[in-house]
């Protein structure tokens, strides 16, 4: 345990008040989203509880450390190079962008990919689509603008997301588990692109 607070109040320092979504309290909720799916199986949950706390560190998104500065800290804090290399795998394959096949991930990979997904659901999903937009310069919204589902794609407006990204992941999720949980927090969306669409077309 003591490890684990190590590696947690290291991530708190590097990704506290991180602007995108990709924050302290995100790697947190991966974390205990990460515990409470892997209750199910018989896994290494250190691997699994380092991976989701740094998993966003080295992400070409955020990059609030290089790959070999992290893993400089790692060792730092005495986890072995064997394990070091099984979290560097899990974090390095787990990416929506990637599109790793699923049977080239450790279940450690598919539990830890499983959480991060699940805090791009719900009400804290559509929170942070808005937080990125906004960081990114992404507009909210463009009818003129089709969403495009045949491939991964980097979204050219916040509602196209939705559709390109968050509204497939329900489906891609690899525990059961995650997917009754994912399933719930989809509803939600779709509750407030109901909404959404009815006061942007002024019914409402």
Not at 97 to 117: G, M
């Amino acid at each position: 345990m003591e490890l684990i607070q190590e590696v947690n109040e290291f991530v708190r320092e590097l990704s506290e008040g991180e602007g995108t979504g990709h924050d302290y309290y995100h790697a947190l909720r991966v974390w205990r989203n990460a515990k409470e799916i892997a209750k199910d199986f018989d896994v290494d949950m250190e691997v699994i509880e380092i991976s989701a706390l740094i998993h966003d560190l080295i992400d070409e998104k955020v990059e609030l450390i290089s790959k070999d500065e992290l893993i400089k800290k790692l060792r730092d804090f005495g986890v072995e190079d064997k394990k070091i290399q099984q979290v560097m795998d899990v974090v390095e394959k787990i990416s929506f962008s990637k599109n790793i096949p699923k049977d080239e991930l450790s279940l450690e990979a598919k539990i830890v990919q499983d959480a991060d997904r699940l805090d791009a659901l719900g009400a804290i999903g559509i929170a942070r689509v808005f937080t990125y937009s906004g960081k990114t310069g992404r507009p909210i919204h463009d009818p003129r603008i089709k969403p495009i589902l045949d491939k991964r794609i980097r979204s050219k407006t916040a509602i196209n997301h939705f559709y390109e990204k968050l509204f497939r992941l329900k489906d891609e999720m690899n525990t059961q588990k995650a997917k009754r949980m994912a399933k719930a927090r989809e509803e939600i969306m779709k509750s407030f692109l109901e909404q959404f669409y009815a006061e942007w077309e002024g019914r409402k």
